[in-house]
C-alpha cells in the first residue's frame, strides 16, 4: 500500500466526521465550517471568511503574474540591461601598433609595453619616509607629489610609461592607493640619429612628427572589443555577443639604410662641433631609385625624452630651411647651355675683371678670373661664367629647367613640413634676377630639393621622383622626366668630377678608391631683407662614382664660425668621409686605382717533413 | 508507472547535478583559456619589447664604439680590401700595384 492510498482513506475519513458534525447541528442558520474532527474545536465561522482568504489569495496571485508580466514582457528591457550591468563586462582589445623598418629590416620604432602608475588620492596612505622614497622613484620632490595628489580625489597619474625598474621599486614599496596599469610606449632603437626621418608619437599613441605622423593611419591599428561575463572573482567565464578582433596596425618599410643614416648623423654632428656651427644636414639618396638612403640633421633630440621634445632642434632643416641654392646650380645651367648648342665643354667665356655691374647690382667673382671654358665655369664656379651662360636662355627656359628639376615644386615625399622652395614667375622677372638667377641666388630650395635636383645628371638626364619607402621591384620605380640628353649628362658629369680635382673649388671631396663630383656652394646669410655680414651657410652636393652614380649626397652646415667657411672646406669632408661609407656599405667596387697595401710577407718556408 | 515515473526522477536529479558540474566545469576551462591567452598576448609583447631592445644594443654607435676602443678595429679602406666578382675571379681594387 503506498502513501497515495493512505492518504485517500484520510480523506474519506474526514468527509464521514463533516457528514457527523452536519447531522448534529442541522437547525443553524449559518453553515459552520469544520477545521477538525473534535466536535470540541468546531467554532462556527461564517462562510464568506473563507471565500475572502481564496480572495486574498486570489488577488496576491493577480499580483505576482502582473509582476510576473512586468517583468517578463513590459520592462524586460530595463531588467536585462540591469542584469547585464552586473555581470557583463565589455573588455577592451588593444590594437598594436605597426614598426618602421629601414630596408633591411632593422627596427626604427617598436610599441613596447610600459607599466604607467597611478594612484587613488583618498585610498593613499603613505608615511613621510615612504614618501620621500616615492617621490624620489618617480623623479620628483616630496611638494610636487603631494600637488599632484590633491589635484582630484579620485584619480592621479604618478608617472606614465615608467621604466620597468621604476614600477618595480614603487610597488614594492607596498604603498596603498598606488595602482600600476599597462600601457605601450614606443621604443626608437636608432635614437636621435633617425629621429628626423621616423618621428614620434604623444603619449596617447598617435604621430606627431615625421612618419609617425605621415604614415599614423596605416601604423595605427584599430581597438577590438569583446563582451564577456565575468564571475565573481572576476573571471571572464563566458563569451557572449560578437566580438570584434582587433585589427594590428601595418609595419612601414623605409628606404632608410640605419648604417648608412647613423654614419651620416655623426660625420654631421662632429662637422657642427668641428666648424663651431650652428646647425647642420644630410641627404643621402640612391641615384639610381630614388630612395633616401639618409636624411640627418643636426641638432637633433632623442625622441624617447618627452622633455627635448620642443624647440628648434625638433626642425627637420634639410626638408624644412630653404636658402639660395647658389653656386649648386651652375651645373643645370651649363647642362642647358649645352643641350641646346649654345656652348661645348672647351667654349671659353670671358670673365675678367672679375666684376660686372648691372641693374644696379655689381656681380662678382671670389677670385678674378680670365677666360675660362664652360668646363673651367663649373669647375673654378664663376658667377659671371655662368651668368653670362644665363643670359643665352629665354627666361621663360630658364623658368622651365629649374621647375622640371624641382624647383619651386612641393617634393613629392608625403612627408610633414617638405617645403616648396620658392621660384618666382618668369613673367616678373628683371634682367639682373635672370642674372643672379642663372648662378643660384634669387630662387630658394631645400636641400633635400637640391639632392633631388641632382637625379638629373646621375640618370642621364631624366629626374626621378624620390621617395620614403623601399621599391623593391623595378615594377614600382616610377618613369622619369627627361631634361637633358644622356650624352649632355655625362659631359656634366665629368665637370663635376673637375670640381673635385686639382684646381677645382672643393679637391677636399675626393675619396680613396672612389670617383667622385660634385658643387659646392657657399653664401651669405639672408638676415630680414639683406644678406647679414660673416655670417655663412657652406654646402656641396655630389655624387659618386662618378662614370655609374650610385649615390646623391648633400651636406650643409650653417654659420661655421670656426674661420673656415666656403663649402670646399666646410662640406666636403663631410661629403667625402660619407661617399666612402656609404659605397663600402652598399658593396659598390672602388673604380679609381688604389695602391694595394695587400702584401705577401716575404718569410722563408718551413721544410716540409717527409 | 510509478517505478518509471520515480526512474525518470532519479535520471532528472542525475542529469540535473551533471549539468551544473558541466557547466562549472566549462566556465573554469574557459577562465583557463583566457588567462593563458592573456598569457600569450604579455609574452608577445615582451618579446617583441627583448627585440628592440636587444637592437638598442646593438646600435651602429654602439657597435663602432666597441669597435674602435675595445676590439682597436680600423675602418676599411679600399687599399686594404680585394673585390671579389660573382664569376669568380679576382678584381683586385688595387689594381694600380700591380701595374
Redesign the interface.
Known amino acids: 500500500m503506498?502513501w497515495l492510498d493512505k492518504a485517500k482513506v484520510g480523506a474519506s475519513g474526514a468527509k464521514r466526521s463533516t457528514r457527523k458534525l452536519q447531522g448534529r447541528a442541522p437547525g443553524a442558520n449559518s453553515r459552520a465550517v469544520t477545521y477538525s474532527t473534535s466536535p470540541l474545536l468546531a467554532s462556527k465561522t461564517p462562510p464568506w471568511r473563507s471565500k475572502f482568504l481564496v480572495a486574498i489569495v486570489g488577488v496576491a496571485f493577480c499580483g505576482l503574474l502582473g509582476r510576473a508580466l512586468y517583468v517578463q514582457v513590459i520592462g524586460t528591457d530595463f531588467f536585462q540591461k540591469q542584469g547585464e550591468i552586473r555581470y557583463a563586462r565589455t573588455l577592451e582589445l588593444p590594437a598594436?601598433r605597426g614598426r618602421i623598418l629601414d630596408r633591411n629590416g632593422?627596427?626604427l620604432a617598436?610599441?613596447?609595453?610600459a607599466p604607467s602608475l597611478w594612484a587613488i588620492p583618498k585610498d593613499f596612505e603613505a608615511d613621510s619616509a615612504q614618501r620621500k622614497q616615492l617621490a624620489k622613484l618617480l623623479g620628483m620632490t616630496t611638494k610636487d607629489l603631494a600637488d599632484k595628489l590633491d589635484d582630484n580625489q579620485n584619480f592621479a597619474w604618478l608617472r606614465r610609461q615608467a621604466d620597468d625598474q621604476v614600477a618595480r621599486d614603487v610597488l614594492a614599496l607596498n604603498v596603498k592607493g598606488v595602482h600600476q596599469v599597462r600601457e605601450?610606449k614606443r621604443?626608437y632603437?636608432?635614437?636621435e640619429?633617425a629621429t628626423h626621418v621616423v618621428g614620434f608619437t604623444n603619449v596617447e599613441d598617435q604621430g606627431q612628427e615625421g612618419i609617425e605622423l605621415a604614415h599614423q593611419k596605416d601604423l595605427a591599428g584599430r581597438d577590438g572589443t569583446r563582451r564577456?561575463i565575468k564571475?565573481r572573482l572576476g573571471?571572464?567565464?563566458?563569451?557572449i555577443g560578437d566580438s570584434v578582433a582587433p585589427v594590428d596596425g601595418r609595419d612601414v618599410q623605409l628606404s632608410i639604410d640605419?648604417?648608412v643614416q647613423?654614419?651620416a648623423y655623426?660625420r654631421i654632428r662632429d662637422a657642427v662641433a668641428e666648424n663651431k656651427a650652428q646647425a647642420g644636414s644630410v641627404v643621402v639618396l640612391d641615384a639610381k631609385s630614388g630612395e633616401l638612403l639618409a636624411l640627418a640633421n643636426y641638432p637633433s633630440y632623442t625622441p624617447g625624452d618627452r622633455r627635448s621634445l620642443s624647440g628648434e632642434q625638433l626642425r627637420n632643416r634639410a626638408l624644412t630651411d630653404t636658402f639660395e641654392p647658389g653656386s649648386t646650380v651652375k651645373p643645370f645651367i651649363a647642362a642647358w647651355a649645352l643641350e641646346t648648342g649654345r656652348v661645348k665643354p672647351d667654349t671659353v667665356i670671358h670673365t675678367a675683371p672679375g666684376r660686372v655691374a648691372m641693374g644696379g647690382f655689381v656681380i662678382s667673382d671670389a677670385h678674378p678670373h680670365g677666360d675660362l671654358t664652360v668646363s673651367e665655369v663649373i669647375q673654378k664656379s664663376s658667377n659671371i661664367g655662368s651668368m653670362r651662360m644665363g643670359l643665352m636662355f629665354q627666361p621663360r627656359e630658364m623658368w622651365e629647367l629649374y621647375t622640371q628639376v624641382g624647383f619651386g615644386q612641393k617634393p613629392q615625399l608625403g612627408f610633414p613640413g617638405a617645403v616648396t622652395g620658392r621660384l618666382r614667375p618668369y613673367k616678373t622677372w628683371k634682367p639682373v634676377e635672370q642674372a643672379t638667377m642663372s648662378y643660384g641666388y634669387g630662387l630658394s630650395a631645400s636641400l633635400l630639393q637640391i639632392a633631388h635636383a641632382y637625379t638629373v645628371f646621375t640618370n642621364d638626364g631624366e629626374v626621378i621622383p624620390i621617395t620614403l619607402t623601399k621599391t623593391d621591384t623595378a615594377a614600382d620605380k616610377v618613369p622619369g622626366v627627361r631634361v637633358i640628353s644622356p650624352a649632355t649628362a655625362k659631359t656634366v658629369r665629368q665637370m663635376l668630377s673637375l670640381v673635385t680635382g686639382p684646381g677645382g673649388t672643393a679637391p677636399k671631396a675626393q675619396t680613396?678608391?672612389?670617383s667622385v663630383g660634385g658643387k659646392s656652394g657657399t653664401a651669405y646669410k639672408q638676415e630680414g631683407k639683406g644678406y647679414a655680414t660673416k655670417k655663412y651657410r657652406s654646402w656641396f652636393v655630389g655624387i659618386a662614382p662618378i662614370n655609374n652614380p650610385r649615390i646623391i649626397v648633400a651636406v650643409m652646415v650653417d654659420t661655421p664660425t670656426a674661420g673656415k667657411w666656403y663649402g670646399g672646406d666646410v662640406a666636403a669632408p663631410v661629403f667625402s668621409d660619407l661617399v666612402?661609407?656609404t659605397l663600402?656599405t652598399l658593396g659598390v667596387?672602388?673604380d679609381?686605382?688604389?695602391?694595394?697595401?695587400?702584401?705577401t710577407k716575404q718569410v722563408p718556408a718551413e721544410d716540409e717533413s717527409f | 508507472m510509478?517505478r518509471l515515473n520515480v526512474l525518470l526522477l532519479v535520471v532528472l536529479i542525475f542529469s540535473s547535478i551533471y549539468l551544473v558540474r558541466v557547466s562549472h566545469e566549462s566556465?573554469r576551462l574557459?577562465?583557463d583559456l583566457?588567462?593563458a591567452r592573456s598569457e600569450e598576448r604579455?609574452l608577445d609583447?615582451?618579446y617583441?619589447?627583448l627585440?628592440?631592445?636587444k637592437?638598442?644594443q646593438a646600435?651602429?654607435?654602439r657597435v663602432?664604439k666597441t669597435a674602435r676602443d675595445k676590439l682597436l678595429m680600423r675602418?676599411?679602406?679600399?687599399?686594404?680590401?680585394?673585390?671579389v666578382?660573382r664569376s669568380g675571379a679576382v678584381?683586385?681594387?688595387?689594381?694600380?700595384?700591380s701595374?
Request: charged residues 25%; proline residues 6%; without cysteine.
Open positions: 503506498s598594436s632593422q627596427i617598436a610599441s613596447v609595453p605601450y621604443k632603437p636608432e635614437g640619429a564577456v564571475d573571471r571572464v567565464v563566458e563569451d640605419s648604417k647613423f654614419f655623426q680613396i678608391g672612389y666612402q661609407q663600402r667596387q672602388p679609381l686605382d688604389v695602391k694595394t697595401q695587400i702584401i | 510509478t566556465r574557459f577562465a583566457d588567462k604579455l609583447s615582451d617583441e619589447k627585440k628592440a631592445e637592437q638598442a646600435t651602429p654607435l663602432e675602418n676599411a679602406t679600399p687599399a686594404v680590401t680585394q673585390y666578382s678584381a683586385a681594387s688595387g689594381a694600380g700595384a701595374q
